[in-house]
């Protein structure tokens, strides 16, 4: 009973959530193809036109990215135990942590996949022959995952529900205006 | 992070009548390595400005929600919510008032 007490207090269930969390956000970031524009009339974006700069020559480099993210606030926050060390403390920052970050990890991946914007150096990246991409397969995947959309991007939904016929038919049928119901309006004396 | 530190910084007991000056920037030092970084995902052009202004309230949005599950509000303490639910004797408000109006433990 005191294990089961001191399991609710440390937030043992919250853990699982946390990790299975985790789990999906790693699976949605590696395994959720991103969203694929038409590239057609993007081609001559100059927002896209950017030259590509390898994740080596980057300002900051993603193992860099991850120690900052993660190794860095972990070392701060146990550092941060020597103010007032309690291990109940410890355990909660920890999943603080933890969770926000997988949960910010999982809801990324998913507005990737789903609205997914190209890259500033998506051409570059694409290396453009006849309508086709022939860079490294990986890079130009990757230069898919900018999120989130912009407003004037296109519905990410397949064509066939674009089409206005069938836009219409998932509204609300249209009433005549002698149906709708009467709504006084405020007038002002 | 920041969220963390300024609850302690807040309420620690030797750091009552020392600057806060030190202590605001030792707070937004996180929120500007964060800034740094969103910068530089620019100046790669990996990322368009909107994705880091809005990836930048996601994040924050997401670590406050995740923090106050855990943690009261920075002004009333910086104490785990659960050690509170054991202890609530222990939550005090700034100006050290009791705030716990049930029994204390014999």
């Known amino acids: 009973m005191d294990l089961l007490k001191r399991g609710v207090q440390y937030g043992l269930a919250d853990w699982v959530t946390t990790f299975i969390i985790a789990g999906l956000g790693l699976c949605a970031e590696k395994g959720l193809a991103p969203f694929e524009h038409e590239l057609g009339p993007q081609l001559a974006d100059?927002?896209?036109s950017y030259p590509y700069t390898p994740n080596a020559q980057s300002h900051c480099p993603k193992s860099l990215l991850i120690a900052l993210a993660f190794i860095l606030p972990l070392a701060l926050i146990v550092s941060t135990q020597l103010l007032a060390p309690s291990t109940l403390d410890l355990n909660h920052a920890l999943l603080g942590m933890i969770s926000s970050l997988s949960y910010t990890l999982l809801l990324?991946?998913?507005?990737?996949?789903?609205?997914?914007?190209l890259?500033?150096?998506?051409?570059?990246r694409c290396v453009l022959v006849d309508g086709a991409c022939t860079g490294v397969p990986h890079e130009v995947t990757e230069g898919r995952k900018s999120a989130p959309r912009q407003p004037h991007e296109?519905?990410?939904c397949p064509p066939s529900c674009q089409h206005p016929a069938l836009t219409r038919a998932a509204l609300p049928p249209r009433r005549r205006l002698s149906e709708r119901p009467h709504r006084p309006r405020l007038r002002v004396a | 992070m920041s969220f963390y530190w300024a609850a302690k910084?807040?309420?620690a007991p030797r750091l009552r009548h020392s600057g806060s000056l030190w202590r605001a920037t030792l707070v937004a030092a996180p929120c500007v390595l964060a800034l740094m970084i969103g910068l530089s995902r620019i100046a790669d052009y990996w990322h368009h400005w909107?994705?880091?202004t809005v990836g930048s309230f996601l994040g924050t949005a997401t670590a406050y929600t995740m923090y106050r599950l855990r943690f009261p509000p920075i002004a009333e303490g910086a104490e785990p919510l659960a050690a509170l639910q054991a202890a609530p004797w222990a939550l005090k408000s700034r100006s050290g008032d009791r705030l716990y109006d049930g029994e204390y433990p014999v």
Do not use: Q, Y
Request: some cysteine.
């Open chain 1, 46 to 48: 100059p927002r896209i």
């Open chain 1, 108 to 117: 990324v991946a998913l507005i990737k996949a789903a609205v997914g914007r």
């Open chain 1, 119 to 124: 890259r500033p150096d998506f051409l570059a």
């Open chain 1, 154 to 156: 296109p519905c990410p």
């Open chain 2, 9 to 11: 910084l807040l309420h």
């Open chain 2, 50 to 52: 909107e994705d880091v």
